[in-house]
Every structure is written in structure tokens, then in C-alpha cells.
């Protein structure tokens, strides 16, 4: 292996670990908005700058990457839908290739939005496609980063509205059932068994930093 390839390798392991080291503090006690900020600037990360990003299982957020074609998909189960959306934006605006919304719209279906969101002209075609929920429904927001081989003229141009293709692979998201209230407990004339002594069961550790766990980082 050339020293160059080395050099290379050590600039992306260098940018991932200096990546974690600038998420919030908060982020430690699993805030829906800065997991989901911090895993969309993983996975631009993964898929503009080749960082080491895999699939991750968070406390409200996952990610998961695709081949067919290179893709990484941010996915949010908790936190109010808008401030989610703010939380993907910021993130891909902190890039220098400048992200913007397309000039085509999408037609939402079943989600309150789903727009494309492109980088400036230039010698890539980078597009970030997210979907946000209403309230109330599951997931809360996808957003799916990925690089196709020539730009879509839909970043540049208002083409009406657009049906997303039938073989999406994002489900649509669903309501989420609220719990029944219980019935009251009917008394029984018999006299009920002497209760027996169970030791409790020792509560599980809280989940802490899964990003920087991810990766081997612990706590400072």
C-alpha cells in the first residue's frame, strides 16, 4: 500500500472521529433533533467524503446504508416533525457544496412533504430526498443521501409536480395507535394466594452516546 493511500485513509478516519468530537453534549442523552442532525452529517459524510460510516442503531434514530445505488438513509422515530426538518437542514447546510431545494416539487402522498434537495452545479450530482411525517405518525422523517451520475434537471427546473415511482422503497408512515384504556380489575371472593417473593429485576443501563459508542469513543 502506497503512502499516499495510507495518508488518505488516516484524512478519512481523522474527519469521521473529528465529526463525533463536535456533537453536542445533548446528544448524549439521545434528543431526537441532534441525533438526527448529527447522523445526517454522517451520512453526507459517508457518501461525499467516503467516511467510515456503517449502519447504526441509535436510540430514536438508525442509519443505514444502500449499494444499489450507494446511498445512506437517515431514519427518525421521535420529536416533533418540524423541528426534525430544521434539525436535516441545518445539517446539510453546514456543507460546502451548498444544498438547496429543487425546483420541482414532489407530490407528498401520504407524508406532510418530500422534496429533493441538490448541491450547486458543479463535477457531482449530489441529492439528499427527505419525506417528513405529519404529527402524530411513524417514521417522523427520512432523509436518503446518495450521488447519481449526472444531475437531475428537476434541481434546476420546475417540471409540475412529481409522483414519486411505484417501486419507492419508503413505506408511508402510519398512525400511531393510542393505548386502550384499562378496564377496572374485577374483585374475586376467593381469597387470592400469598404473594411470593421475586427479587427485582435490575433496571437496564440508559443508553448513552450511541454515536460515539459506535465508534469506540467513550466518555471524556
Do not use: Y
Request: contains cysteine; neutral net charge; proline residues 9%.
Amino acid at each position: 500500500m502506497t503512502a499516499a493511500m495510507l495518508g488518505e485513509r488516516g484524512a478519512m478516519r481523522t474527519f469521521a472521529l473529528a465529526l463525533l468530537f463536535t456533537i453536542p453534549a445533548a446528544a448524549a442523552h439521545a434528543d431526537p433533533v441532534q441525533e438526527a442532525r448529527s447522523a445526517t452529517a454522517a451520512c453526507l459524510a459517508a457518501i461525499i467524503d467516503n467516511a467510515p460510516v456503517e449502519d447504526i442503531d441509535g436510540d430514536d434514530v438508525t442509519i443505514r446504508r444502500g449499494q444499489e445505488p450507494v446511498s445512506c438513509t437517515v431514519r427518525v422515530t421521535a420529536g416533533e416533525p418540524v423541528l426534525i426538518k430544521d434539525a436535516i437542514q441545518v445539517a446539510m447546510k453546514r456543507r460546502a457544496e451548498i444544498f438547496a431545494p429543487a425546483r420541482t416539487a414532489w407530490e407528498p402522498g401520504e407524508w406532510a412533504s418530500r422534496e429533493t434537495w441538490c448541491n450547486i452545479p458543479g463535477r457531482r450530482a449530489l441529492a439528499v430526498f427527505v419525506s417528513t411525517s405529519k404529527p402524530g405518525r411513524q417514521p417522523v422523517l427520512t432523509a436518503t443521501v446518495f450521488e447519481a451520475k449526472a444531475r437531475d434537471q428537476r434541481c434546476d427546473r420546475d417540471l409540475g409536480v412529481q409522483q414519486v415511482a411505484a417501486n419507492d422503497v419508503t413505506p408511508p408512515p402510519v398512525a400511531v395507535a393510542k393505548p386502550a384504556p384499562a378496564e377496572p380489575a374485577k374483585v374475586e371472593e376467593a381469597k387470592a394466594p400469598e404473594p411470593a417473593t421475586v427479587e427485582a429485576a435490575a433496571k437496564p443501563a440508559k443508553k448513552d452516546g450511541w454515536l460515539r459508542r459506535r465508534l469506540g469513543l467513550g466518555k471524556d
